[in-house]
Every structure is written in C-alpha cells, then in structure tokens.
T-cell receptor, first 112, second 114 residues
Framework: AQTVTQSQPEMSVQEAETVTLSCTYDTSENNYYLFWYKQPPSRQMILVIRQEAYKQQNATENRFSVNFQKAAKSFSLKISDSQLGDTAMYFCALSNTGKLIFGQGTTLQVKP | DVKVTQSSRYLVKRTGEKVFLECVQDMDHENMFWYRQDPGLGLRLIYFSYDVKMKEKGDIPEGYSVSREKKERFSLILESASTNQTSMYLC?????????????FGPGTRLTVT
C-alpha cells in the first residue's frame, strides 16, 4: 500500500523567517510524482510545487523549495522569507497512477 | 484560469435524506475527482471519472455514488445521508490522465448531517 505521512500537525513561524515542513512516503513504484498543495483558510487548494522522482535536482518555485531524498523516501518543503499569506494548511501528495494520495496535512501559522 | 465550482459552500441535511453535491469545471478537463477531507486524515478519494459516463471507485466509496452525464459536471450522491458523512467534500479536475498532471480544486462543500 502507498502511504504519505506528515508528522507535524501544526507549526508556526515568524514572518520573514524560514520554515520546513516534513513529509515521508512509501511506494514500491519507481516512477512517481510528489506534490505540495496549499489550502488557505476558506479558500481553494492550489498547487505549490511538484517533483518528479527521476529528477535528482530539487524543485524550486520562488520562495518554495523541496528537499527530495529518494532513498529515504522523504520530501520536505522549505518556505523562505515567510509571509502572512503563507498561513494555510499544507498537504503532501504522491501520484503514480494519476490519482493523488494525500498526507494528513500540516497547519502553518505565520506570525507577524 | 481553470475554474472548478461547487454548488454549495455549506449544506445541512437530515439523516436519511438523499443529498446531491454538484461540481462543474470550465476547462474541458477529462478527469474529475471527489474527495472528503477530515481532520487528521487528510483527503481521501471517494470516486473519480476519466470520461463521460465512466467512473471508478476510490478508497472510500461506501455510501456514495456518482454521476457524470456531461464532461464538465460531476455529481456526488449520498443515497441516504448518515451522521458519519458529515465532512468537507472537495471536487477536483485534471486535464488528462497521467501522474504529472496537477489537479485543480473547487472551494469545497461543508456538509453537516444531523
């Protein structure tokens, strides 16, 4: 069975600081994608960043970057220069069939 | 921009009622999905559809059915609502099948069954 685990239910960070959200996964497939989605309070979920398992280079999107450790099956999200608008629930997700398997989510609070 | 809309943001129904949750996407996406979101459990897939009139069960289909008569519309049906179906329901769509493709989500429907 494929699983995604986010072990940090809640986190907080001061505005302008850096925070890392953890995610581990388990799959027996070789070809898969990993995603981080963001769900702001009362707003629609949106994609933050994606990583192809075959690519060794870590994906980066502006202030968001990932640390992809394939052997360890770890996929953490780093948010640099945190902003108040980053306050949201973040979900890690795995796809190898076109369907997404989600982790439990991490609620991030950015404090002014 | 892709737009996925859901018919209601909040819904309150009584036990035993038949409940329809509607989802519409405006970008001609092939695939559509229904999830439920519960605290501590993340999102779990109920059903998905990769074409009109086609559907497949997800991880938790019990107590639910779906309908996709038109490409842009995907309905989730609770045949006889129960209190354990109180949850947030999210609809999503993606352009085509494939592991790389982003899913676009609707705003969600918070359903309360009393």
């Amino acid at each position: 069975a494929q699983t995604v685990t986010q072990s940090q239910p809640e986190m907080s960070v001061q505005e302008a600081e850096t925070v890392t959200l953890s995610c581990t996964y388990d799959t027996s497939e070789n070809n898969y994608y990993l995603f981080w989605y963001k769900q702001p309070p009362s707003r629609q979920m949106i994609l933050v960043i994606r990583q192809e398992a075959y690519k060794q280079q870590n994906a980066t999107e502006n202030r968001f970057s990932v640390n992809f450790q394939k052997a360890a099956k770890s996929f953490s999200l780093k948010i640099s220069d945190s902003q108040l608008g980053d306050t949201a629930m973040y979900f890690c997700a795995l796809s190898n069939t076109g369907k997404l398997i989600f982790g439990q989510g991490t609620t991030l609070q950015v404090k002014p | 921009d892709v737009k996925v809309t859901q018919s209601s943001r909040y819904l309150v129904k009584r036990t035993g009622e038949k409940v329809f949750l509607e989802c519409v996407q405006d970008m001609d996406h092939e695939n559509m999905f229904w999830y439920r979101q519960d605290p501590g459990l993340g999102l779990r897939l109920i059903y998905f559809s990769y074409d009109v009139k086609m559907k497949e069960k997800g991880d938790i289909p019990e107590g639910y059915s779906v309908s996709r008569e038109k490409k842009e519309r995907f309905s989730l049906i609770l045949e006889s609502a129960s209190t354990n179906q109180t949850s947030m329901y999210l609809c999503a769509s993606s352009l085509v099948s494939g592991i790389a493709y982003e899913q676009y989500f609707g705003p969600g429907t918070r359903l309360t069954v009393t």
